[in-house]
C-alpha cells in the first residue's frame, strides 16, 4: 500500500503545472483550450474569422514547450516571417521565456534554411542566391533570347515582356505537374509551344546551376526533391520533428501538403485554417489540401473555433447567410461574444462616380462621430475599381494609403543596391554582375556577356575581376570604376551591411542614381537609408539578403513611415486586406463583372469565399456598395447588382437612402 501511494503521488502534478493548467482554463475558452492541450497525431482546426486562432496555436506552442518537449523538434510554419516573429513574441510573453532550437518560419525559410543545410546533396554551395519573380524573368529572357529568331514578335512580346513563360513553369511546379502535362491540362491552345516551353526550362535550370542560385519556388520544389532523394535524411527529420505547427494550411499548394505529409508520418500534425478563408487560388493554393486531411490522416481528431471576438452580431449574421450557399466545405457557424449592434447597410448608387461621392462622405461622417481613417477601410475585388474613390478622397482632403502597390524590393534602386551585395555573397550570381556593371559607360548587354563568358571560368569570378585576369574589349573606363566600387566592398567587412552600402553610396553609384532619378533622388535616397537601418538589424550579409526576400511585408510606405502620428484611411484589394480588421469596412463595386469578375465566375465558391473574407474584416460597422450604371470601362455599362447581394436574405442588412 506505501508503494503504491508513493507511485500514485509522483503522477500528482506539482504546483507550476496546477498553475499553467488554471491560466490555460481562465484565458483561452472551451474549444481554444481543447485545441491547445489535446494529444493526438493529427489534429485539424477549423478556426473562423476573428476566434483567436493565433492565440490558441500559440497557446498550444507554448503548452509544449510546458510539457518540456525539445524545442528542436517543434517546427512551426506560417504564411509570412512577420506571423511567425509574432507568434514567437507571444510564447515569450506566455512562458516568460523563448527557447533557443525552435524551427519557426515560412515554408520558405524553412526550405532556404534545410537547402543551405544540404546544398551539395542538390547541386549549389551554401551561398546560393534567392532569385526573386523579377528575377526569373531576367534570367527566363536570358536564355529565351538563343531562341528569339524561331520566335513572332507577338510570342516574344507574351512569353518575354508578359511574362508568361515564366508564370506557366511556377504554376506547374507549384501544382506538382511537368510543363508538358500542366499545358496540355490547363491551356491546351499552349500545346504548340510545348517543346519550345521544355528546352527553356532545361536551360534555364542549368543557368541556375551555373549561378548558384535557386528561384522562389525552388525553396519548396527542390526542399521536396531533396528529402525524396535522400532517404536516411527524410528519416532523420521525420524522427526529428515530433510536433508540426501549420497556420492558414488552406492557403497551402500542393508542394506545400506533401512537405507537411512527408514530414509528419511519425509525429503529430496540427493544422490550423479555415476553409472558408481560401481565396489564393490563383496562387496554386488547393482548398481540397485542409478539406481532405481528415481522410488522409485517419482518426484525425476536428475543432471548430466559432466564438467570433471581432465582429457585433449582424454582420456575422451576414457572413454566415452568404458562406452557406457555398456546397464545398466544411460547415461551420460563427457565433457573437460581442454584444449587438448596427445593422449592415447596402447603398445602390447612380453610377461609380455618385458611389466615389457616397464613400467618401460616409468616411467623413464617420470621421466627425469620432472614429480615426486608420479604423476606416475601403476594400474591392481589383485595384482599377479604388480610381474613382481615390479622387473623391483628394477632393475632400482625406489622406489615404493604398495597399497592393509596388512593393519595396521592387524599385529599380533597390534592386541595384542588392545587387551590388549578392555579388559579395554569391560571386556565380551571373544576374547582379549585369544589373550593375551595365549601369557603367560603355557596358552595354552584349559587351557584359562576352565578358562574362571569361570570367564564369574561373572559380571565383569576383577574384579574377579584381585581379584584373579578364577586361572588356570595350567601356575599359567604365569597367574600372565599375570592378574600383567592387574592391572597395571587398577589402570591407561582409557582415557590416550598413558600411557596406554607404559604400555604394560613396561610389560612382551615387551619381548614377542622381543622374536617372532627378526628380526623387533623395526620396530613393531615404529609401536606401531605410534598407541599410534593416541591415543593421542582421547578423550577416547571406542572413540579410534571405530575409529581404522571404519577408514580403517589407514595402515602401515611405508617408507612413515619415509620418507615424499622422491619420490614413486605408484603400485595398481584399486579398491584401486578409488578416486584418477594422471598425468601419466599405466593400465597393459590388455589381455583376466587378464582383465576382467575369474570370471569377469560374469559381463561384472562391468568389464567395473572397466576399466572406471581405465582409469579416468589419468589427462595427460594414457597407456594401454597388452601382445601377458603370462608367469605369471605355463605354457606359449596366449590369446588376452583385449575386453576392441579391442572394442574401432581406433580414440581414439596411438600405441606405442618401
Known sequence: MINNRAEQANTWPDKATLAWQER???????????????????????????????????????????????????????????????????????????PGGLWAGTFHSIGARMLRRHAPLVE??????????????????????????????????????????????????????????????????????????????????????AANAFDYDDLLVVWLRLLLENPALLQRYQEQFQHILVDEFQDTNYIQDRLILLLGEKGSTCLVGDD????????????????????????????????????????????????????????????????????????????????????????????????????????????????????????????????????????????????????????????????????????????????????????????????????????????????????????????????????IMQSSYGRILQQKYPDDFMERSLGIERLAAYGARCASLGEFLESLLLEETLILDSVKEENPEQDFLTLSTIHSAKGKEWKAVFVIGLNEGHFPSAMGMKNLEEERRLFYVAVTRAKDYLYLTATQEDYRGWNRYISGPSLFLTELPLHCYEVVEI
Open 276 to 503: 472558408a478563408q481560401s481565396i489564393y487560388g490563383f496562387r496554386c493554393a488547393e482548398i481540397d489540401n485542409i478539406l481532405s486531411f481528415p481522410c488522409k490522416k485517419p482518426g484525425c481528431t476536428i475543432v471548430k473555433l466559432v466564438q467570433n471576438y471581432r465582429s457585433v452580431p449582424e454582420i456575422l449574421e451576414l457572413a454566415n447567410c452568404s458562406i452557406n450557399k457555398n456546397k464545398v466545405q466544411i460547415p461551420k457557424h460563427l457565433t457573437a461574444v460581442r454584444p449587438s449592434g448596427e445593422k449592415p447597410r447596402v447603398y445602390i448608387s447612380m453610377d461609380n462616380y455618385t458611389e466615389a461621392g457616397f464613400v467618401a462622405q460616409m468616411v467623413e461622417e464617420l470621421y466627425n462621430d469620432g472614429l480615426k481613417l486608420q479604423e476606416i477601410a475601403v476594400l474591392y475585388r481589383s485595384s482599377y475599381l479604388s480610381q474613382d474613390i481615390e479622387l473623391a478622397l483628394i477632393n475632400r482632403n482625406i489622406p489615404y494609403l493604398t495597399f497592393g502597390g509596388l512593393k519595396f524590393l521592387q524599385r529599380a534602386h533597390i534592386k541595384d543596391i542588392l545587387a551590388w551585395l549578392k555579388i559579395l555573397e554569391n560571386p556565380r550570381d551571373e544576374l547582379s554582375w549585369q544589373r550593375v556593371a551595365t549601369l557603367h559607360e560603355g557596358l552595354g548587354p552584349a559587351t557584359f556577356q562576352a565578358t562574362w563568358q571569361k570570367l564564369r571560368a574561373y572559380p571565383n569570378p569576383l577574384e579574377a575581376a579584381l585581379g584584373n585576369k579578364v577586361a572588356p574589349p570595350r567601356g575599359r573606363q567604365g569597367w574600372e570604376t565599375f570592378t574600383g566600387t567592387l574592391a572597395n566592398l571587398h577589402k570591407a567587412e561582409k557582415n557590416d551591411v550598413p558600411q557596406l552600402i554607404s559604400i
Open 24 to 98: 490555460l482554463q481562465r484565458e483561452l475558452n472551451a474549444e481554444q483550450l481543447f485545441f491547445a492541450t489535446h494529444h493526438h497525431h493529427a489534429i485539424l482546426g477549423i478556426a473562423g474569422p476573428g476566434s483567436g486562432k493565433t492565440r490558441a496555436l500559440t497557446y498550444r506552442l507554448a503548452n509544449l514547450l510546458q510539457e518540456k518537449v525539445p524545442p528542436h523538434s517543434i517546427m512551426l510554419v506560417t504564411f509570412t516571417n512577420k506571423a511567425a516573429e509574432e507568434m514567437k513574441k507571444r510564447v515569450r510573453e506566455i512562458a516568460g521565456y523563448l
Open 124 to 209: 549549389r554551395s551554401p551561398n546560393f542566391t534567392i532569385l526573386d519573380e523579377d528575377d526569373r524573368a531576367a534570367m527566363l529572357k536570358l536564355v529565351l533570347a538563343a531562341y528569339k529568331s524561331g520566335l513572332k514578335e507577338k510570342d516574344q512580346d507574351l512569353f518575354v515582356k508578359r511574362g508568361l513563360l515564366g508564370k506557366i513553369i511556377s504554376s506547374a511546379r507549384n501544382s506538382g505537374m511537368d510543363i508538358s502535362t500542366y499545358v496540355k491540362a490547363q491551356l491546351p491552345e499552349l500545346v504548340p509551344y510545348l517543346s519550345l516551353f521544355q528546352q527553356v526550362e532545361e536551360d534555364y535550370e542549368d543557368k541556375k546551376r
